[in-house]
């Protein structure tokens, strides 16, 4: 069975600080996807990036940056000189190859002060 | 752009009424997905369905059950409410995973469902 973990319930950071977001996965199959997603207050969860399993290079995508670590089963997403706009909750998901279903971690609320 | 739309936002409700949440996509999607989410827990997963008139259980299908008749179109119905089912429901659709393309799930804005 699929797991995945984001050990942080909660993150509060003042603006402009760094902030990493932890998630840690676990799956025997050897080819699978790893997603993040952003739901901020409106709701609606948004698409911030996939990986799959043989990809493990980082990726920067502006001020966002993602680090997956295959040996530890980890997916680890950095916010650098975050803003309050970063506010919201972050979601790791999981699916397989030819899986259908996205298995989701518990989410990590971020809450970035002025 | 993919669009994901829910009929309501909020929706306030009796114990032991029917409840019918719909969601619509507008990128000819095969897969759809109901979600219920509720803090702590993240999001798990009540059904889904691949293909017209096809369905299959997630993870907490007790107490919901589901309708796809168009391509577009899944309903989630919650036959008898109880106030234990009070969450926020979220609609999802992606290709299949055998398709070419964005693997992607891609959401609507969610209804929050509240039983008294």
């Known amino acids: 069975a699929q797991k995945v973990t984001q050990a942080q319930t909660e993150i509060s950071v003042v603006e402009k600080e760094d902030v990493t977001l932890d998630c840690v996965y676990e799956?025997?199959?050897?080819?699978?996807?790893l997603f993040w997603y952003k739901q901020p207050p409106s709701g609606e969860l948004v698409f911030l990036i996939r990986?799959?399993?043989?990809?493990?290079q980082n990726e920067i995508s502006g001020r966002y940056s993602w680090n997956f670590q295959k040996s530890t089963s980890s997916f680890n997403f950095t916010i650098t000189a975050s803003q309050v706009v970063d506010s919201a909750v972050y979601f790791c998901?999981?699916?397989?190859?030819?899986?259908?279903?996205?298995?989701f971690g518990a989410g990590t609320i971020l809450r970035v002060k002025s | 752009d993919v669009k994901v739309t829910q009929s309501s936002r909020y929706l306030v409700k009796r114990t032991g009424e029917k409840v019918f949440l719909e969601c619509v996509q507008d990128?000819?999607?095969?897969?759809m997905f109901w979600y219920r989410q509720d803090p702590g827990l993240g999001l798990r997963l009540i059904y889904f369905?691949?293909?017209?008139?096809?369905?299959e259980k997630g993870d907490i299908p007790e107490g919901y059950s589901v309708s796809r008749e168009k391509k577009e179109r899944f309903s989630l119905i919650l036959e008898s409410a109880s106030t234990n089912q009070t969450s926020m429901y979220l609609c999802?659709?992606?290709?299949?995973?055998?398709?070419?393309?964005?693997?992607?799930?891609?959401f609507g804005p969610g209804t929050r469902l509240t039983v008294t």
């Open positions: 999802a659709s992606s290709l299949s995973p055998y398709a070419s393309g964005n693997l992607e799930q891609y």
């Open positions: 799956t025997r199959d050897t080819t699978y996807y």
């Open positions: 990986r799959n399993s043989f990809d493990e």
């Open positions: 998901a999981l699916r397989l190859e030819y899986g259908n279903k996205l298995v």
């Open positions: 990128m000819d999607h095969e897969n």
């Open positions: 369905s691949y293909d017209v008139k096809m369905k």
